[in-house]
């Protein structure tokens, strides 16, 4: 089953694609990023599950958004995604800054979340070279700058040049606004506090040459009581694309053994 096309989630449409049968598992990008981001997700895990991906709005080729972008409104969208496609429980897959809006997720919709996987996960930004890095690109986002941003997060994240300018024409369809939205969001996200309150299965996934990360991840495995932390020894930070055969060996086994309930 491969179907693609718009959801309304309140007089927004929404880009949703959707691939495969079984348990369903959806994806969720970063800021300028698009659900393109989990191409080879897309491709692999739908001979297992239901993959689901979806631009957020102002990505890609969802409508701009007129309400500021929000982890809480993205959520609020992925449920009514997930009402539309007659999904009542979904394994959630964020990547990156994604991974703070599948946190959300699971905090404030645990009777819908089946499982989480954080692919090089943090639940806030508490390092300032980090914060550093997002505060130029909302800065970069919401100006004329904006392509350089794009073409950046692109090459950063292809693993050819197919998939570059797929990722580049994707984030130059976005809104700036939104896109800068989503950024700036990040900065202010902390859920830290509420970690122990997961009550979902969890796999953590990192790179072992993404020292930031690898920091977060072992701060998320503390806190999260159902969770597993796994480490790519020679990955860095860009797992759906660049070490995607090992991150979805592994999704496979997490869902199959540890989250599926031996489905």
């Known amino acids: 089953m491969q179907n693609s096309g718009w959801v309304d989630v309140g007089g927004i449409r929404v880009f949703v694609q959707e691939r495969g049968t079984g348990i369903p598992l959806i994806f969720i990008h970063p800021p300028l990023l698009t659900g393109s981001n989990f191409y080879h997700q897309w491709v692999s895990l739908s001979q297992y599950f239901r993959v689901i991906l979806f631009d957020i709005r102002g990505h890609g080729q969802s409508d701009a958004s007129t309400t500021p972008i929000s982890y809480g409104l993205i959520v609020q969208d992925m ?21 703070s809006v599948a946190l959300e997720f699971t905090l404030t919709r645990p009777e819908r979340c089946r499982g989480i996987v954080l692919l090089s996960g943090m639940s806030g930004v508490y390092d300032r070279g980090l914060r550093q890095q997002i505060q130029l690109a909302v800065r970069m986002a919401d100006s004329p700058l904006f392509p350089v941003l794009a073409a950046s997060i692109a090459w950063g994240n292809h693993d050819s040049p197919w998939i570059f300018k797929r990722f580049f024409q994707e984030a130059r369809q976005g809104d700036q606004q939104n896109i800068a939205q989503y ?3 990040s900065l202010f996200y902390d859920c830290f506090a509420r970690l122990k309150e997961v009550t979902s299965p969890t796999l953590l996934l990192c790179g072992g040459k993404d020292d930031r990360y690898q920091r977060y991840g072992e701060l998320l ?39 599926g309930n031996g489905e």
């Open 183 to 185: 950024y700036r969001y």
């Open 79 to 99: 449920e009514r995604i997930l009402d539309a496609l007659g999904i009542d429980q979904v394994f959630c897959c964020g990547y990156s800054t994604g991974t």
């Open 221 to 259: 495995h503390r806190e999260i009581p159902h969770s597993k932390l796994m480490v790519i020894p020679e990955a860095k930070h860009q797992l759906p694309t660049k070490w995607a055969a090992e991150t979805n060996q592994a999704i496979i086994q997490f869902i199959k053994n540890d989250g």
